[in-house]
Each structure stands twice: as structure tokens, then as C-alpha cells.
């Protein structure tokens, strides 16, 4: 049963990572766009909202963190070593 439990937590982080971050980001890049407001084939234009461009910019930022700590997390025994630094100490050091 321990298998299958390791599994399923695999295939959820899996998912998540794979799967939602690229989603989160066509969803910042929809609300963004929709935020910029559009131009008319005549010339005209429409204000668009700023809330939503806050928000997709804001989708941005939370991509961009979760990549950060994602290379850091790979790189955490390299920095630590070398460094000296222990950037997660609830991860144990190798």
C-alpha cells in the first residue's frame, strides 16, 4: 500500500507542476491581454481594466517564484556547500 501512496503524491505534484504552472500562465496571459484593452480595425480604442492586468502580472510573479524555488531546490546541496548557506533547513543536507 506504501506504493501506491508514493505513487499517487508523485502523480499529484506531477500534475500540478506540469500541468497547472503552464495553465496559470495562459491564464495571467489571458487576463493581461484583457486588461491591455484592444484597438479597433477603425483606430478606435477601449480602455482596459487594470485590475485584471494586476492580476496576470501578479500570475506572472507567482510562476516566476515558484521557478526560482524550484532551481534552487535542485541546486540547494551546491549552494551549501559551497556556500555555506542552508537556504531550506527543514530539508535535510546530503
Keep these: 500500500m506504501h506504493?501506491?501512496?508514493a505513487i499517487f503524491k508523485v502523480?499529484?505534484?506531477g500534475l500540478v507542476l506540469g500541468a497547472g504552472l503552464p495553465a496559470?500562465?495562459?491564464v495571467g496571459l489571458r487576463l493581461f491581454a484583457v486588461g491591455s484593452g484592444d484597438t479597433a480595425a477603425d483606430g478606435t480604442t477601449t480602455s482596459g481594466?487594470?485590475?485584471?492586468?494586476?492580476v496576470g502580472i501578479a500570475l506572472?510573479?507567482?510562476i516566476g517564484v515558484v521557478i526560482l524555488?524550484?532551481?534552487l531546490w535542485i541546486t540547494r546541496?551546491?549552494?551549501n556547500y559551497h556556500?555555506?548557506?542552508?537556504?531550506f533547513p527543514f530539508a535535510p543536507v546530503k
Excluded at 481594466?49 to 494586476?54: E, G, T, V, Y
Design 3 to 5: 506504493e501506491f501512496e
Design 11 to 13: 502523480l499529484v505534484i
Design 24 to 26: 496559470l500562465f495562459a
Design 49 to 54: 481594466n487594470p485590475a485584471l492586468k494586476a
Design 60 to 62: 506572472f510573479g507567482l
Design 69 to 71: 524555488l524550484g532551481i
Design 77 to 79: 546541496t551546491t549552494i
Design 83 to 87: 556556500f555555506g548557506v542552508n537556504l
